[in-house]
């Protein structure tokens, strides 16, 4: 993924596309994908259509995607958590906690 | 096997290749902790709460499920893995109900331990999913509470492969997924056989028994009604350890003293009809052997075991002997015999039972359980057996009224239906009933005194057992499998006509026996069932009588009312038929 001056309407865009992926594959069976991925989901929703975003919900989102990252039974939730981990720290522009 | 070693938190171990990391790392003095597992049962590592972290290796493994390797350097508690593991149990606790106050589980939780040893102070997510889902309360036995699930597939594995029913399964798929039976059914319109398993295993209160202490409850501040209790065999080693007494102790004394103290107007026993089982199916396998029947002849006491043949063998019942469980035989005996007896109204008579076991509460529902209404043809006479309680709401009640089980001295039971031997006591057992019959049996036979009375080869938790027993120039084969998998291997050799030189075949429905119920105390676990059934042994070993026709409350109950085993009065009142189910 590259680093540049990213549109943050194109860069929430392609978190919410990218996890829509994982959720459509993720089996149910482990608890971090099954939770986390939802979890994340839900304020990713929140960045991409601008509502309030707290600094906590956006901390939990980078805890969440490590564990779902390094923690899940197998590649789905694993590259999930990945993928999420990234853009936050290539894009930290983006998910700013807002009031 | 090989031996591997490798290094867990800096400490160096060799162990049998094969072993998991959770096993290694106990014996260095690691305790990683655990949620969905169940040694031997449930591994397959879904909750990720056992993570740890080996070196070299990108991604954590699941202690649970890993085995070791030589050389492997293994680190269980990192900062990384304790965020992981706090942070999993945060998902988990985003989608479940916060009742904890008010949860049957409440200080019995393993959700509960685990968020606590985790140091889980704050919930940061919302958006529960689960939140609106409906409690399924359609059996008579178990309680389905999916809000409080959290998905750590026990109950289906329990379900599956201990059991071999299927009723609960992972529904669905993705987050849309659930745990429960077939979307649209509730659980009585499955082969559910209400054995209770799932709610022994299950680590929250996702499923339980069905709490009927309230009924009990208002039974005994009734003045109109006359509370009779009976204990079921598997009862006297378990109850104790709900406070705190070491498992498998006989809390037989202790437990009579808080029944009567609860209320109860006589306190009797389910061995005394355990005795008395022994003498209608004993003589019913005799009738059999020289009169003819469907051999080999299968105990009928586990009733979660007769609807698992209904369902899943219903062309064997012939097979399945028609005597009532021992709890059965008491709700009629008490309304019929003991009101005779006692010039008592049998409507007023109230039957409490306290059981190892869940299916005992489907079982005294069947529409066939009324025989004492039918026998004084009075249609205010209830269900011969009014309500079960499960081992764990009799301990809840007693909790309840702050009695001090531990110091309590010892009680007897009340005359006559509490008089009982040594052969009921082991009916808790795996095998117990087994060897009751053959104590009996061989005297009845061959009028001889049976010597060596202690059946060693029907005892203990193999999942089948054999024996052969020289009876007046026959040799009586029998069998004894406990848990339904283990059921099924015997039926479908019964079925293939494999098992035609067998005379007598006992099949309990849960793992161990009663002892091993699904009403029992939790944690029920291989370990409590193996010091529950040393119990068992232990009460039987030192009572006054050890052979159910020796039982003197039991002969005159026949010279004074029922005549002879297997006579018309045993059939009205202890005998019984079963259905085919789909």
């Known amino acids: 993924m590259h680093s540049g001056d990213a549109d943050p309407k194109v860069v929430s865009e392609l978190a919410r596309s990218l996890l829509a992926l994982v959720r459509g594959e993720s089996c149910g069976e482990c608890l971090p994908c099954w939770h986390g991925i939802r ?3 839900a304020v990713l929703d929140k960045v991409d259509n601008g509502s309030p975003v707290s600094a906590e919900e956006l901390a939990a989102v980078g805890e969440l995607a490590r564990t779902v990252g390094q923690g899940a039974k197998c590649g789905v939730g694993r590259i999930g958590g990945r993928l999420v981990l990234e853009l936050l720290s290539r894009y930290s522009s983006v998910f700013q906690a807002r009031v | 096997m090989g031996r591997v070693r490798l290094v867990i938190d800096r400490q160096a171990i060799e162990v049998e290749s094969g072993t998991t990391i959770l096993e290694a790392a106990a014996r260095v003095g690691s305790k990683i902790p655990t949620l969905c597992y ?11 709460i056992c993570v740890v972290d080996v070196k070299g290796k ?10 070791v390797e030589d050389g492997m350097e293994v680190r269980t508690n990192t900062p990384a893995l304790r965020a992981a593991r706090r942070a999993t149990v945060e998902m988990i606790l985003s989608d479940h109900p916060m009742e904890c106050l008010t949860c049957i589980r409440n200080g019995n939780c393993e959700l509960q331990t685990l968020a606590s040893q985790l140091n889980v102070r704050t919930v940061r997510m919302s958006g529960a999913t689960h939140a609106d889902l409906p409690c399924d309360d359609s059996t008579s036995g178990i309680v389905r509470d999916p809000r409080k699930c959290i998905f750590c597939q026990r109950c289906v594995s329990v379900c599956s492969d201990v059991q071999g029913v299927g009723a609960i399964e992972l529904q669905g798929h993705g987050f849309e997924a659930f745990i429960g039976p077939p979307p649209n059914l509730k659980l009585d319109e499955t082969r559910c056989v209400q054995c209770g398993q799932c709610a022994l295993v299950c680590p929250t209160g996702a499923i339980t028994e069905k709490d009927e202490t309230d009924k009990v409850w208002a039974a005994l501040f009734d003045p109109r009604k006359y509370v009779v209790v ?10 104790g350890e709900m406070f705190g007494l070491p498992v498998g102790t006989d809390i037989t004394g202790k437990m009579v003293a808080a029944l009567r103290r609860l209320g109860f107007d006589a306190v009797f026993d389910t061995n005394f009809t355990a005795d008395l089982t022994i003498m209608e199916e004993g003589s019913e396998l005799i009738k059999r052997l020289t009169e003819g029947g469907a051999l080999p002849q299968l105990t009928s006491c586990s009733p979660g075991w007769i609807k698992y043949v209904e369902h899943f063998y219903p062309k064997l019942l012939p097979h399945v002997s028609s005597c009532k469980s021992p709890q059965q035989m008491f709700g009629a005996i008490a309304k019929t015999y003991f009101a005779e007896k006692t010039s008592r109204d049998p409507a007023s008579i109230f039957v409490v039972s306290v059981m190892p076991c869940t299916a005992k509460k489907f079982e005294a529902a069947r529409p066939e359980m009324d025989t004492a209404k039918r026998y004084w043809n009075n249609s205010h006479i209830s269900q011969d057996v009014d309500v ?25 039971y009340d005359e006559p239906l509490g008089i009982s031997t040594g052969a009921a ?15 009996t049996g061989y005297e009845l036979v061959t009028g001889k005194t049976l010597e060596q009375i202690d059946f060693q080869e029907v005892r203990g938790l193999e999942g089948i057992k054999e024996a052969v027993v020289p009876l007046n120039g026959v040799n009586l084969k029998v069998m004894v499998a406990h848990g339904l998998h283990n059921a099924r291997h015997v039926m479908e050799r019964l079925k293939a006509g494999e098992l035609k030189d067998y005379h007598f075949i006992e099949i309990m429905c849960c793992p161990g026996g009663c002892i091993g119920g699904g009403g029992q105390p939790i944690p029920t676990d291989t370990e409590a069932r193996q010091n529950r059934i040393e119990g068992l042994y232990q009460v039987d070993a030192v009572m006054k009588y050890r052979k159910s026709h020796e039982n003197p409350a039991v002969k005159t109950l026949y010279e004074e009312f029922l005549g002879k085993p297997l006579g018309h009065r045993s059939h009205e009142l202890l005998h019984t038929r079963y259905v085919p189910r789909p």
């Open chain 2, 425 to 439: 006591a082991i009916f808790g057992a795996t095998g117990g009933v087994m060897e009751a019959a053959l104590r």
């Open chain 2, 58 to 67: 990108k991604e954590f493994a699941t202690a649970c499920n890993t085995p």
């Open chain 1, 39 to 41: 979890q994340i989901s």
């Open chain 2, 38 to 48: 169940l040694e031997g049962i449930n591994e397959v590592g879904a909750c990720r």
């Open chain 2, 230 to 239: 009976q204990t079921a065999p598997a009862t006297h080693v378990t109850i």
């Open chain 2, 388 to 412: 079960v309680l499960t081992s764990r709401e009799l301990g809840r009640m007693i909790r309840r009224t702050g009695i001090d089980f531990a110091v309590l001295p010892d009680d007897e």
